[in-house]
């Protein structure tokens, strides 16, 4: 039993890994997500997350708060990582589509398996997170509604994922 549980768990990486071989437009970053995050929760491109920024989504920035107000995707709800604010969730259907981002998608994944764990039963973690969004040239936008040219890029180090050439980052 051991056995095929491990056969099946390799091959369900293998596949997961496979199905987000072309999710970001640099190959490095794309291994460095791949290595980062456990396919624990089903992935979203950002181009697939922008044909569907009209429709009836619930989008979560799992990033705290200073991080969200430098700059987040359109229509994001800041939700917070270290203390999530689950609360917020109250009212939302378990069927609603809930799509999570943090910077590259470590910390989104973790929120979407509680969130998956407490019943929600669409949950989707955008693969590559707001690093990426940005990098394919989507606006990002302040607290105040404004386009913001700016990214929290989560520390220094971090900030190396973001390539695109009119964001300034921050952490």
């Not at 091959?11 to 987000?20: H, M, T, W």
């Not at 491109?45 to 989504?57: F, G, R, T, W, Y």
């Amino acid at each position: 039993m051991k056995y095929s549980l491990s056969i099946i768990f390799l091959l369900f990486s293998i596949f997961a890994n496979a199905q987000v071989a072309s999710y970001c437009i640099d190959p490095s970053f794309e291994e460095k997500v791949a290595s980062t995050i456990g396919f624990t929760v089903p992935v979203i491109s950002v181009e697939e997350l922008n044909e569907k920024m009209d429709e009836e989504i619930l989008l979560l920035d799992i990033r705290e708060q200073n991080e969200y107000d430098i700059g987040h995707i359109d229509g994001a709800i800041c939700f917070g990582y270290d203390k999530p604010l689950f609360e917020l969730l109250n009212e939302v259907p378990k069927d609603k589509e809930i799509i999570v981002y943090c910077s590259i998608g470590y910390r989104s994944e973790k929120v979407g398996e509680m969130l998956l764990e407490r019943g929600y039963e669409n949950v989707l973690n955008l693969y590559g997170s707001i690093f990426e969004w940005s990098n394919a040239g989507y606006p990002i936008f302040t607290s105040d509604g404004s386009r913001s040219d700016q990214i929290h890029t989560y520390n220094k180090r971090w900030s190396k994922w973001v390539n695109e050439d009119k964001i300034q980052k921050t952490w």
